[in-house]
């Protein structure tokens, strides 16, 4: 059973280009998070979807950032015209359930790097 | 927001001793406490989930127990490896958010 697994490992964009990083949950995983690790910060939740729904995006900037899960295929975070700001290691977790009980599993992390 | 503390930042320790540290969090709408373990160039893996008040739970030589009445929950390591020396974060659902909210993690360094 293959965990979360997420690409790509690294990318790396110029300012204003478009970022999407992708992630496919566990098998039988339909809760998906998103977290985000700035340099020196610890990770910060930004989003939570389950199949085809965004349940909570309540640690998502408001402009350029925007996630989806559709009912085929891998979860998508995109950032679109980023800024360096925008630099950080991108984690996503997956469970069978809400965190409030279950626990999450995490793939290995996407690390944007904006020049 | 929901602040979720954890102390100490860092800690060494000698092989074979035993060590713990803190989490804590607010008492107030508590549903659960999370742990997880994160070794460096790898992803953060599930140690346990607490939920009820006086809750004490183990896996090996690693144990924690949940106070959620004065909000903090204690990590414990017995008989410390090299093979411990990782980032240990605690996690708690709330503050108005569904996913997790971490603390910053006590980055544990066990010397030979």
Redesign the interface.
């Known amino acids: 059973n293959a965990?979360?697994m997420q690409n790509p490992r690294h990318l790396v964009r110029r300012r204003g280009q478009e970022a999407r990083l992708r992630c496919s949950p566990m098998k039988g995983h339909s809760h998906v998070?998103w977290?985000r690790q700035l340099p020196e910060?610890?990770?910060?939740?930004?989003?939570?979807l389950q199949k085809e729904n965004i349940?909570?995006e309540?640690?998502m900037p408001k402009e350029r950032f925007s996630a989806e899960f559709p009912k085929e295929g891998p979860s998508i975070l995109r950032i679109q015209q980023v800024v360096r700001g925008d630099s950080a290691a991108y984690?996503c977790?997956s469970s069978t359930s809400?965190?409030?009980?279950?626990?999450?599993?995490?793939?290995?992390?996407s690390r944007l790097t904006v020049l | 927001i929901l602040n979720v503390e954890q102390s100490p930042q860092s800690l060494h320790v000698q092989e074979g001793d035993s060590t713990n540290f803190t989490c804590s969090f607010p008492s107030s709408n508590f549903?659960?406490l999370?742990w997880?373990r994160w070794e460096t160039a790898?992803?953060?893996?599930?140690l346990f989930?607490m939920?009820l008040n006086g809750d004490e739970k183990k896996k090996g030589r690693i144990s924690a127990t949940l106070n959620t009445k004065e909000g903090y929950s204690y990590l414990y390591i017995k008989g410390s490896q090299p093979e411990d020396s990782a980032t240990y974060?605690c996690?708690s659902?709330g503050g108005?958010?569904?996913?997790?909210?971490?603390?910053?993690?006590t980055h544990l360094i066990i010397q030979p």
């Open positions: 965990g979360v998070y977290y910060e610890g990770l910060k939740f930004m989003v939570y349940i909570d309540s640690g984690f977790a809400s965190s409030n009980t279950g626990e999450l599993f995490f793939g290995e992390g | 549903y659960a999370h997880y790898k992803s953060p893996e599930a989930v939920t974060l996690a659902p108005g958010a569904d996913g997790l909210t971490f603390g910053k993690g």
